[in-house]
């Protein structure tokens, strides 16, 4: 027998459910009391423009509002170019059509012109007044615009902030698990970080969307302490600095190497783990880090085993194992410095709130 499992009820989901249904019903009864004959663009604009967080909606307001400016001014222009002629609207219908959709085509976030413009043109056949049918089409979409921006700042509002900082704390997260992988391939097990790291890259984009979303909430210059963007930005070098790790460990350390490094590497290992960790806690409580001494001893520890042998003239290693060696050396240095970079991010943005200290 199969078994249906029970589908998950997601918080933000519900929130979003909420939102939408009262807009939709906010947008419907200002339409019918303004008098506007098709209300339901109202409502359907309502429902599109609401998005998850307030920067989203704005950004989805502002893309409906000018490409429905940019419909309707060429709808009239084609309605009075055409005239009652089948004929005629047909050709002209043929040369908006070129230009809204080519329009569209440059910027897909304007596609709604298209849409406008032939609604414009074809809604009356006779053409008596599309000045009119604009007027109307464009009242209809400025409603339900201003209903869905202020649903998104009154009901149950999320700033995009927030969810930035919980994609940032997710990648911190598979930032750990890739760590975790190409230690145990320098270890000799196998794995392969392709999976992983596309996990990564597509978080960095949408982190990357989130923070234009996070720019439309604050039209104006964000302060230097609270701008986001410098959190992805660490983040995105961490990820590289471990890239480069996963390529030293295309071949798994020599018995030698195992010997002089295992013991180090492997504090080094647990110790920047512990640190993303504590640092995507950092994140979601939107607190302060707590200390990263742990991780600047394990590294300096690691640091001392390389120039240890280098120091005994690498008895028994040759070349490659040289190379490899310090390439271990000088990638965790570089994700010490990413990790502490981050940390001084975080202190900045918590020091507006005062929150607690996260261990």
Request: charged fraction near 20%; proline fraction near 4%; include cysteine.
């Amino acid at each position: 027998m199969i078994r249906l499992s029970r589908p998950r009820v997601d918080p933000i989901h519900v929130r979003q459910a909420v939102r939408g249904a009262i807009a939709a019903v906010a947008a419907y009864a200002l339409a019918e009391a303004f008098g506007l004959p098709k209300g339901y663009w109202s409502v359907l604009t309502a429902v599109i423009v609401l998005q998850a967080t307030l920067g989203a909606t704005l950004g989805a307001t502002i893309d409906r509002l000018l490409g429905t400016l940019i419909g309707a001014v060429f709808g009239v222009i084609g309605a009075v170019l055409s005239g009652p002629s089948v004929l005629g609207t047909g050709a002209v219908l043929l040369l908006v059509m070129l230009a809204t959709v080519y329009i569209a085509a440059r910027r897909p976030n304007l596609r709604l012109g298209a849409v406008t413009a032939a609604i414009v043109m074809l809604s009356d056949p006779s053409h008596a007044d599309p000045l009119g049918a604009a007027f109307q089409r464009v009242a209809e979409i400025s409603l339900g615009t201003v209903v869905g921006v202020l649903a998104a700042l009154l009901i149950l509002p999320v700033r995009a902030r927030d969810h930035l900082r919980e994609t940032a704390a997710e990648l911190l997260g598979q930032c750990a698990g890739l760590l975790a992988l190409v230690a145990g391939r320098l270890g000799g097990a196998e794995g392969d970080a392709t999976a992983i790291n596309h996990r990564i890259r597509t978080l960095m984009r949408k982190a990357d969307g989130q923070l234009d979303e996070a720019r439309r909430e604050r039209p104006g210059a964000i302060p230097e302490h609270l701008d986001p963007a410098p959190i992805i930005r660490t983040i995105r070098r961490l990820w590289y600095s471990e890239i480069i790790l996963n390529r030293a460990a295309h071949t798994p350390l020599s018995p030698a190497l195992q010997a002089a490094l295992g013991a180090t590497l492997d504090q080094a290992v647990t110790a920047a783990k512990k640190r993303m960790t504590a640092l995507a806690a950092a994140l979601e409580a939107q607190a302060a880090p707590g200390d990263g001494s742990a991780l600047d001893l394990a590294v300096a520890a690691l640091q001392s085993s390389v120039d240890a042998l280098r120091g005994a003239g690498g008895e028994g290693l040759d070349g490659r194992e040289f190379g490899q060696a310090f390439a271990l050396a000088f990638t965790f240095a570089q994700l010490r410095d990413n990790l502490a970079d981050l940390a001084e991010r975080l202190r900045e943005q918590a020091g507006e709130a005062a929150p607690l200290t996260a261990d």
